[in-house]
C-alpha cells in the first residue's frame, strides 16, 4: 500500500488536480508497476473493485440530502462512477486502448479481469493489458462487516493489487 507521500507524490507527477482517494490509488498502482515502462497507446485498462470510489459517491449522496441543489458539487459528482478512475489512467499513460471498469464483491470479479485481460491479448484487441484491483477505504468499507457479517467476516481492508500483461 502505497502511503500519503507516496500518493501525493502521484497526484503531482500525473497532475490529479481532482482525483479521489480510489483514482489515486489505480494510477499509484500502475506507476509501480510500470515503473519507468511505458506501454503502447493502444492497451487496454481493465479496473476492478468491489466498492469503486465509494468515498465520493457516498460524500456526494450526503450532499445530495443534506444541501440545497445549488451547493452541490457537480465536479464531485463527476467523479463519484467507476470509469473516472479509468479515464485518469487513459490520460496519465497516454492510453487509449480498450477500457472496462468491472464491479464483483469476490475474486470472481478479480479472475474475470484477468481472464478479460488474456483474451484481449489472444484476440489481438490490445497488445498489452493493464489489470488493476483497488479497494479504497470508506465508511461503507469500514462498516461492511457490521452490517453483512456473513459475505465480509473478516470486514474489508484497503488493498492494491495490479498486473501487466503482455502479448505473446
Do not use: K
Amino acid at each position: 500500500m502505497p502511503d500519503e507521500a507516496t500518493l501525493q507524490q502521484t497526484r503531482l507527477r500525473h497532475r490529479l488536480r481532482r482525483a479521489d482517494r480510489y483514482t489515486s490509488l489505480c494510477i499509484c498502482a500502475a506507476d509501480a508497476l510500470l515503473g519507468e515502462d511505458s506501454p503502447p497507446p493502444e492497451t487496454a485498462l481493465i479496473t476492478v473493485s468491489s466498492f469503486g470510489p465509494s468515498a465520493t459517491s457516498f460524500q456526494t449522496i450526503e450532499e445530495i440530502l443534506d444541501l440545497p441543489a445549488e451547493e452541490i458539487s457537480p465536479t464531485r459528482f463527476s467523479h463519484s462512477v467507476e470509469n473516472a478512475a479509468c479515464s485518469y489512467l487513459g490520460v496519465a499513460f497516454g492510453l487509449h486502448g480498450p477500457v472496462f471498469a468491472l464491479a464483483g464483491f469476490d475474486e470472481a470479479a478479480v479472475s474475470s479481469a484477468r481472464q478479460l485481460a488474456e483474451t484481449l491479448l489472444e484476440q489481438s484487441l490490445a497488445p498489452e493489458a493493464l489489470v488493476l484491483n483497488v479497494v479504497s477505504e470508506s465508511i461503507v468499507t469500514r462498516r461492511a462487516q457490521e452490517f453483512y457479517p456473513e459475505r465480509f467476516p473478516a470486514g474489508v481492508a484497503e488493498q492494491v493489487r495490479a498486473w501487466h500483461y503482455l502479448h505473446g
